[in-house]
């Protein structure tokens, strides 16, 4: 972590750093490993459908109908099945990292949540996409400043606009962070791969509880300011 003074009230403050997020990461991860494994596992079972339809995207001979078919079949899968999962996991990996305690079928409360979890999906993906098309760039700095947003809509259960405009507000001057941990993600899943393919569970798990841990510090940090700078009203101990 990296250590500073608040200049207005002389508060020693801990920012979060890529490196940190992960020491701390590896430590937390651990009392509940086998479970957070087991989580991991079914959201990959839960995706492996979109896998199937790649197949048949590959092996649809060239013809343009059936190739846009398997296309929207898989838009729609991740949509609305495979994307709400990960808000639950989301949820999950925020009470680890607090050191509270859970149960597997509380990876289900994205579905619980599905209108609010679905809508900010797509809105991120459209505008994170939109970025992209503007020479790439644009698109990786939104998809980093728009990544609390599952975060806030599970453990805040702010609506769509509200957990947009908070992410947005709570990453400022972390975009260096966020793409160190995207970064560090990325070898840790090739190395996962390297160790046939088991190895990946394992990243993955590690990545969440990193993800996490840089959520919690940052909404300890910044949620309050965050709230105020978009007109919110919260209590000051939330």
């Given at each position: ?19 940190a997020?992960f ?19 079914v ?18 001979g ?32 925020i ?9 597997f ?10 209108t ?74 090739i ?45 000051e101990d939330?």
């Open positions: 972590m990296k250590y500073d003074y608040c200049k207005d009230d002389m508060i020693l403050k801990v920012y979060p750093t890529a490196s997020c020491e701390t990461a590896f430590f937390l991860m651990k009392k509940h490993f086998w479970m957070l494994i087991l989580i991991i596992f959201g990959a079972a839960i995706e492996s459908p979109m896998w199937f339809v790649q197949q048949g995207k590959m092996n649809s060239g013809i343009q109908i059936t190739f846009h078919f398997y296309e929207l079949i898989q838009t729609v899968y991740y949509l609305a099945i495979a994307s709400i999962y990960s808000y639950g996991v989301v949820y999950v990996f009470k680890v990292v607090r050191k509270q305690d859970f149960v079928e509380e990876t289900l409360l994205g579905f619980k949540n599905y609010r979890a679905i809508l900010s999906r797509i809105l991120v993906v459209l505008i994170v996409g939109l970025g992209i098309i503007l020479l790439i760039v644009p698109g990786v700095f939104l998809a980093c400043r728009l990544i609390f947003v599952p975060y806030l809509i599970m453990d805040k259960k702010h609506g769509v606009v509200e957990s947009l405009k908070l992410s947005y507000y709570m990453t400022r001057g972390y975009f260096w962070t966020i793409f160190g941990m995207g970064i560090l993600s990325f070898i840790f899943i190395l996962g791969l390297v160790f046939l393919g088991v190895g990946i569970l394992v990243a993955l798990v590690w990545i969440n509880t990193a993800f996490a841990v840089f959520y919690n510090a940052a909404e300890d940090l910044h949620y309050i300011d965050a709230c105020k700078q978009i007109g919110l009203i919260v209590e939330v």
